[in-house]
């Protein structure tokens, strides 16, 4: 069964520094592109960041770049966000999502999130 | 960027209708890169609908997806009562860039 598992969200402060990471299970994780999906409570669903099997290729949404670093350890199934600079507009839900290229370029597993509050 | 309009925002429907949800692109969008998503209240999205059209594993078959170019669609044929949610339609673009619409709500009428 195919697993994510995110942690390491919480309170911050604006300006302030965070990392979170999803732990990765049931499947060849070294074998997927992997992402960071966020959602203001009550909100809609934004994509954050993209990061491929060997962490060689990233993407990531206008808004976090040059704050934000996605990275993954494949040795330990793992995917990680570091949060840097953070606003307040930058609270939300953070799901992980493996990410599918094939035909059909869509997340097909989620994990169940973590909420990252950036407030005084 | 390509934005993503859902419409409508809300559909009150009762069980045993047709739901109808329209996804519209601000420009062409590769029908094999248009997914649909289903969230409950405290739940994480769920998978339904990928390349437009394809049926995620275990989504029943009252849950169709169809559409090219701007315009797509995705169809419940009979609502049940585990089935009013949001819906939210996404695109993968070049760059890559990938966006999300806003979604639509369906209620119980």
């Known amino acids: 069964e195919v697993q994510l598992v995110e942690s390491g969200g919480g309170l911050v402060q604006p300006g302030g520094s965070l990392r979170l990471s999803c732990a990765a299970s049931g499947f060849t994780f070294s074998s997927y592109w992997m992402s960071w999906v966020r959602q203001v409570p009550g909100k809609g669903l934004e994509w954050v960041a993209n990061i491929n099997q060997v962490g060689s290729e990233k993407y990531y949404v206008d808004s976090v770049k040059g704050r934000f670093t996605i990275s993954r350890d494949n040795a330990k199934n793992s995917l990680y966000l570091q949060m840097s600079s953070l606003r307040a507009e930058d609270t939300a839900v953070y799901y992980c999502?493996?990410?599918?290229?094939?035909?059909?370029?869509?997340?097909?597993?989620w994990g169940q999130g973590t909420l990252v509050t950036v407030s005084s | 960027e390509i934005v993503l309009t859902q419409s409508p925002g809300t559909l009150s429907l009762s069980p045993g209708e047709r739901a109808t949800l329209s996804c519209r692109a601000s420009?062409?969008?590769?029908?094999?890169?248009l997914a649909w998503y289903q969230q409950k209240p405290g739940q994480a999205p769920r998978l339904l609908i990928y390349g437009a059209s394809s049926r995620a594993t275990g989504i029943p078959d009252r849950f169709s997806g169809s559409g090219s170019g701007t315009d797509f669609t995705l169809t419940i044929s009979r609502l049940e009562p585990e089935d009013f949610a949001v819906y939210y339609c996404?695109?993968?673009?070049?760059?890559?860039?990938?966006?999300f619409g806003p979604g639509t709500k369906v209620d119980i009428k």
């Open positions: 999502a493996r990410l599918v290229l094939g035909f059909g370029r869509s997340f097909d597993y």
């Open positions: 996404q695109q993968y673009g070049s760059s890559p860039s990938i966006t």
């Open positions: 420009q062409s969008v590769s029908s094999s890169y």
